[in-house]
């Protein structure tokens, strides 16, 4: 019999049919997606987009906008070194040592860190600014691709003849005034050359055509608050006030914060545990809300760039801050608790063709990003990450079921000697922070504390003694316990490969 030609033509179309098919969707899978990466030190969660309206950050607003905005994520410790070891290792700081303030090239050499996972799977990798902590580190893991700012500062990136001198009057090398306006252009302080340096690695990156991973930190609002005049401008003196929180927490321990810190570092702060004057403060805080208002301008000049580019449509954008700031709250400055303060950061994913505007509201932590990059780029995750992917969370950001329920931190009193050190294990819910403070060598349990955020979201009360919450102390502790006891103290992760 014969068959008519069409019937025949029909046929073989709709058998080579699904085979093009599924060329074209394996072909789309395997379009990688680049990455990058946004570090932004102190960076607390005083920003527009998440509350504050005095704030102005319209850039990070535009971002968290088009993306999935984390309301409840905290760094593992809140000090700078270890929080970005932690983030960049996929490591708990408690597990690999790094707190006791050792470079993660010496104490992890061996580590597969975030960036060399993606060089190792065929990414172009590059940095510009503050990854890791110490800029040897960033240097060793980056190698060729790190970025060396031209011009480079000595000290802090003091410009006017003022903060120079100052320089000359401190006791500890690079600590001069604690902030500093200047007529300049954005470019001449660190952050805005740094960004400039990361925008022409950009365009590159782009001529080269491989997938890449692109990391850029901004150093401020880290101290000191050094920032072009047309960001104080933004915030005239009259408009900033004084925390409302002035107080210690009722009934906190005796390890539930450390006072000044840093700050008594810089040319005519106040000594440790002395109180800061009202005048100085609130020009301290100006600062800090210039700085971040021209952070938030850098990371609108990397925005654009990628919109120019046409990189934004097959770009993952993740910004992070290392850990949370004091400004004077509980009478204090700068980081370094368990307190929600300091653990608490801004976290933003922007995800190609991903949901936009949305805000997820459970606990997740720092040491998420890097499993959830690994997932969305579909690259399969080294088997030492403690972290868990946000994948879930990105695509259904409104669905109850959560990744994890709890998120930890810690923070060790006296970090620098194993037989004194009293180490402090924050374990945070949808509710609650419950904090155990033990002698690590003992493990005895010598303080405990716990703040009930839907009464007092502010954590001005320890409530660990009220009956009422007999049952949320008992189930957190079990928590806690677990964290204590899969902690390895000896640090052997040196030969973690």
Request: aromatic letters at 10%; proline letters at 6%; one cysteine or more.
């Amino acid at each position: 019999m014969n068959v008519p030609s069409f019937i025949k033509r029909l046929f073989l179309i709709l058998l080579i049919y699904p085979t093009i098919s599924s060329c074209q969707t394996k072909q789309k899978k395997q379009t990688p997606y680049n990455v990058l990466f946004i570090a932004v030190d102190d960076l607390r969660t005083e920003l527009n987009c998440y509350g504050a309206t005095h704030i102005k950050s319209p850039n990070i607003d535009r971002l968290a906008g088009s993306g999935v905005r984390f309301t409840n994520a905290h760094v593992q410790q809140a000090i700078c070194m270890a929080s970005r070891a932690s983030i960049m290792s996929g490591i708990r700081p408690e597990k690999q040592g790094i707190y006791t303030g050792e470079s993660v090239t010496d104490l992890l050499p061996n580590v597969l860190t975030m960036n060399k996972f993606f060089a190792q799977n065929g990414y172009e990798i590059a940095s510009s600014g503050k990854i890791y902590h110490y800029t040897e580190d960033t240097k060793a893991q980056f190698g060729d691709t790190y970025i060396e700012p031209n011009p480079t500062w000595e000290a802090k990136g003091y410009v006017t003849e003022e903060g120079s001198e100052a320089l000359k009057l401190t006791k500890k090398p690079g600590n001069g005034l604690p902030y500093e306006a200047a007529q300049v252009h954005d470019t001449i302080y660190p952050d805005g050359i740094n960004t400039l340096n990361a925008m022409r690695k950009l365009e590159v990156l782009k001529k080269e055509g491989k997938p890449f991973f692109m990391a850029v930190g901004l150093i401020k609002p880290h101290l000191p608050f050094n920032a072009p005049q047309k960001y104080w401008d933004m915030y005239p003196k009259s408009s900033v006030g004084l925390s409302k929180l002035t107080e210690r927490p009722e009934n906190s321990s005796n390890y539930t914060m450390r006072y000044g810190g840093e700050l008594g570092n810089y040319y005519g702060m106040p000594k440790l545990f002395e109180d800061v004057p009202d005048s100085t403060a609130i020009s301290l805080r100006r600062g800090y809300y210039a700085c971040v208002s021209y952070v938030d301008a850098q990371v609108g000049n990397l925005m654009n760039k990628l919109d120019e580019l046409g990189l934004r449509e097959n770009t993952i954008v993740v910004l992070w801050g290392d850990h949370g700031y004091k400004l004077g709250d509980y009478g204090s400055w700068c980081k370094w608790s368990n307190m929600n303060i300091d653990t608490n950061i801004p976290f933003i994913f922007n995800v190609p063709n991903g949901k936009k505007g949305q805000v997820y509201t459970h606990p997740v932590e720092a040491l998420d990003i890097y499993p959830t990059l690994a997932e969305l780029c579909q690259l399969k995750q080294p088997s030492h990450l403690e972290g868990k992917s946000l994948v879930p969370i990105l695509k259904n950001p409104k669905k109850e079921s959560k990744t994890k329920s709890y998120a930890y931190s810690i923070w060790p009193d006296n970090r620098w000697n194993y037989d004194k050190t009293v180490m402090g294990y924050s374990v945070t819910d949808d509710q609650f922070n419950y904090v155990e403070w033990v002698q690590l060598n003992t493990g005895e349990v010598l303080e405990r504390e716990l703040y009930d955020h839907a009464k007092d979201p502010k954590e001005t009360k320890n409530v660990i003694a009220e009956s009422q919450y007999h049952n949320v102390i008992s189930e957190l502790a079990k928590k806690v316990k677990e964290k204590k006891e899969a902690t390895d103290h000896n640090h052997n992760f040196k030969k973690l490969k």
